[in-house]
T-cell receptor, first 111, second 116 residues
Framework: GEDVEQSLFLSVREGDSSVINCTYTDSSSTYLYWYKQEPGAGLQLLTY?????DMKQDQRLTVLLNKKDKHLSLRIADTQTGDSAIYFCAELNQAGTALIFGKGTTLSVSS | NAGVMQNPRHLVRRRGQEARLRCSPM?????VYWYRQLPEEGLKFMVY????????ESGMPKERFSAEFPKEGPSILRIQQVVRGDSAAYFCASSPEAGGENRPQHFGDGTRLSIL
């Protein structure tokens, strides 16, 4: 079945780069997403990548996709305290009707 | 605010009561999705609807839960005879079409349901 795994916690210092990793099981996934959730709020779409791409860059965010290993990563350059949040990796299911989420990685940024 | 609107933000119910959660999709979006987030868990898909049609309800519990998206008005997620285990954050998302490029799901701020 479809499943998404993420490490639960990451702690970095302000100004460093953060790398959040994710693995997924469904090799037929067409789109993979990163969402950010701040306390008490909904999910904010950060970026997404199509499965025929290896990399996508959007300002401070870089997404890397290794389709062979079914591994997705999100790199945040020059991490700021405002980046502290839970980051969710998600894949679109085969039917294209639902997102399958990981449990989220809590990013803690210290100054 | 042209985003996905959910109300109420917080809802408290006693066991056995009914809970009604509302979701208005983003302007121009005709596809609505409901997800449930239990404490310290990721979001779990419940149901996907288009106007007047349920397309995929594979994540919806078979009893007590129902969803609709009428021709006019918001989508409603209805939970009858609530139990403590229904306490969770319920999120609605919308998209202009299902899946695909430039059609990602955008989420509302959720409804936090607490059962006493």
């Amino acid at each position: 079945g479809e499943d998404v795994e993420q490490s639960l916690f990451l702690s970095v210092r302000e100004g460093d780069s953060s790398v959040i990793n994710c693995t997924y099981t469904d090799s037929s996934s067409t789109y993979l997403y990163w969402y950010k959730q701040e306390p008490g709020a909904g999910l904010q779409l950060l970026t997404y990548i199509f499965s025929n791409m290896d990399m996508k860059q959007d300002q401070r965010l870089t997404v890397l996709l290794n389709k062979k290993d079914k591994h997705l990563s999100l790199r945040i350059a020059d991490t700021q305290t405002g980046d502290s949040a839970i980051y969710f990796c998600a894949e679109l299911n085969q039917a294209g009707t639902a997102l399958i989420f990981g449990k989220g990685t809590t990013l803690s940024v210290s100054s | 605010n042209a985003g996905v609107m959910q109300n109420p933000r917080h809802l408290v119910r006693r066991r056995g009561q009914e809970a009604r959660l509302r979701c208005s999709p983003m302007k121009g979006h005709s596809h609505v999705y409901w997800y449930r987030q239990l404490p310290e868990e990721g979001l779990k898909f419940m149901v996907y609807l288009q106007k007047e049609n349920i397309i995929d309800e594979s994540g919806m519990p078979k009893e007590r839960f129902s969803a609709e998206f009428p021709k006019e008005g918001p989508s409603i997620l209805r939970i009858q005879q609530v139990v403590r285990g229904d306490s969770a954050a319920y999120f609605c998302a919308s998209s202009p079409e299902a899946g695909g490029e430039n059609r990602p799901q955008h989420f509302g701020d959720g409804t936090r349901l607490s059962i006493l």
